[in-house]
């Protein structure tokens, strides 16, 4: 039996300019920070021929492309896997749709198990890769890359996205800074799931149509991102909250379906208890609002008293790996 786990994220700066229809013309870059939030992968040989699937659906198939789940199924063509002995479970900390990423954490688990069940090792990178491989090439998915890096190589770390390559090296952080930042950064569920691809597919066709209005945002997203990192570097975390504000409202501009009423309503309360700056997590239209936070008594009763629970989190500097190999 394989048991994997790969982190879930939070975006700290950059978010959106991952996506090829920017990075590809301009080059994209993103702050992805991985938390102690996790989707795993349970993977076992059995001893009757099939292939038995256990996600938010139970498939059972004879063949691979018989398999309905597109990432399983491209997973196990990718791999070459021959063997249709096997039975494959997932579960996760938090639900997907909710904006931190899960579908790269999944894909980056089930990749990584998949190698181990071949006893193949594989560096980040190249897990990181194939993911992307996946959901964008294969799939079509019209969705950026940082999830799937994020997850394979875990901590707080900078991308650099370009038609060739992505660059990645982890954000300087002083020891005490970190802390701080990690005790000072609160998550809270908006009570709304959605599937990014929508609010994604919109911002990628005008990003292809060199539509000037989000072209000049997602630029200005960039530099906002290039700028919260070296705020985060000096230990500027003041500043940095007021950022992640600034970043909201340009994000916002992206489309009409980003935030709504009641979102809205949750983050001016937050602002007028305890909260220097936040912004909602992912593609946006629901999941999680982050907010840098210098009270956190206030806030947390603020939330609460609208229906917002938090979801409690340490940052996780492991990545993609194998918990269980037996």
């Known amino acids: 039996m394989i048991i994997v786990r790969s982190p879930l994220r939070i975006t700290l700066g950059g978010g959106g300019t991952d996506l090829p229809s920017y990075y590809e013309r301009y080059g994209g870059f993103a702050i992805g920070a991985a938390i102690d939030r996790y989707v795993?992968?349970?993977?076992?040989?059995?001893?009757?021929?099939?292939?038995?699937?256990?996600?938010?659906?139970?498939?059972?198939?004879?063949?691979?492309?018989?398999?309905?789940?597109?990432?399983?199924?491209?997973?196990?063509?990718?791999?070459?896997?021959?063997?249709?002995?096997?039975?494959?479970?997932?579960?996760?900390?938090?639900?997907?749709?909710?904006?931190?990423?899960?579908?790269g954490s999944f894909t980056t688990a089930l990749l990584k198990a998949l190698h181990a069940y071949k006893r193949n090792l594989i560096h980040p990178e190249e897990l990181a890769r194939q993911a992307c491989d996946i959901e964008i090439n294969k799939l079509g998915e019209p969705i950026g890359k940082q999830d799937q890096y994020i997850a394979a190589y875990g901590g707080i770390t900078c991308f650099?996205?370009?038609?060739?390559?992505?660059?990645?090296?982890?954000?300087?952080?002083?020891?005490?800074?970190?802390?701080?930042?990690?005790?000072?950064?609160?998550?809270?569920?908006?009570?709304?799931?959605?599937?990014?691809?929508?609010?994604?597919?919109e911002q990628n066709q005008k990003s292809k149509s060199n539509d000037k209005m989000m072209i000049d945002n997602l630029h200005f997203i960039k530099e906002l991102g290039l700028e919260i990192?070296?705020?985060?570097?000096?230990?500027?975390?003041?500043?940095?909250?007021?950022?992640?504000?600034?970043?909201?409202?340009?994000?916002?501009?992206?489309?009409?379906?980003?935030?709504?009423?009641?979102i809205n309503h949750c983050y001016e309360l937050a602002l007028k208890n305890g909260a220097v700056g936040g912004r909602l997590i992912g593609a946006g239209g629901g999941g999680f609002l982050m907010?840098?936070?210098?009270?956190?008594?206030?806030?947390?009763?603020?939330?609460?008293?609208?229906?917002?629970?938090?979801?409690?989190?340490?940052?996780?500097?492991?990545?993609?790996?194998?918990i269980s190999q037996s």
């Open 40 to 103: 795993y992968i349970n993977l076992h040989r059995t001893f009757q021929p099939g292939f038995i699937l256990k996600y938010s659906s139970m498939e059972k198939v004879q063949r691979i492309d018989e398999i309905k789940h597109p990432i399983i199924r491209e997973s196990l063509k990718l791999l070459k896997i021959d063997d249709n002995y096997l039975e494959m479970a997932s579960m996760a900390d938090v639900a997907a749709g909710t904006g931190l990423g899960s579908s």
């Open 160 to 201: 650099e996205f370009t038609k060739k390559s992505v660059k990645v090296r982890p954000l300087k952080l002083e020891k005490q800074i970190l802390y701080d930042l990690e005790d000072n950064l609160l998550l809270f569920f908006t009570g709304y799931t959605r599937f990014a691809s929508g609010i994604l597919k």
């Open 229 to 262: 990192k070296k705020t985060l570097e000096k230990g500027d975390l003041s500043k940095f909250g007021a950022l992640l504000n600034t970043h909201w409202e340009y994000k916002k501009k992206c489309s009409k379906a980003m935030s709504n009423e009641r």
């Open 291 to 322: 907010f840098y936070v210098t009270d956190h008594v206030r806030l947390r009763r603020a939330m609460s008293a609208v229906g917002l629970e938090e979801v409690r989190f340490r940052f996780d500097f492991e990545g993609t790996k194998v």
